[in-house]
């Protein structure tokens, strides 16, 4: 199974661009999102962003990904 997330464009140089996973930022491949600009979603696998995703969308899964890891935390306790 495959699982890519939804990241904020922080900063583009190039084919590289400094994302923001809800509070992890990490630097991915832009080349495959053409016209890409600061501010947009992209959806991610594997360090390449692979597709542009609405900001609706993106806030939405970001908190049902944030809403899991809470619940996994409140069942190890």
């Known amino acids: ?4 997330v939804p990241a904020l464009v ?10 923001d996973f809800g509070g992890m930022k990490k630097k991915v491949c832009i080349s495959l999102v053409p016209g890409l600009q600061v501010d947009e979603y992209v959806i991610v696998h594997t360090g390449y962003a ?5 900001s609706e969308e993106a806030k939405k899964t970001l908190a049902l990904f944030e809403e899991m890891a809470n619940m ?5 306790e």
């Open 1 to 4: 199974m495959c699982l890519a």
């Open 10 to 19: 922080l900063s583009i140089d190039g084919d590289y661009a400094e994302v």
């Open 50 to 54: 692979i597709e542009k995703m609405k």
């Open 72 to 76: 996994a935390d409140s069942m190890r």
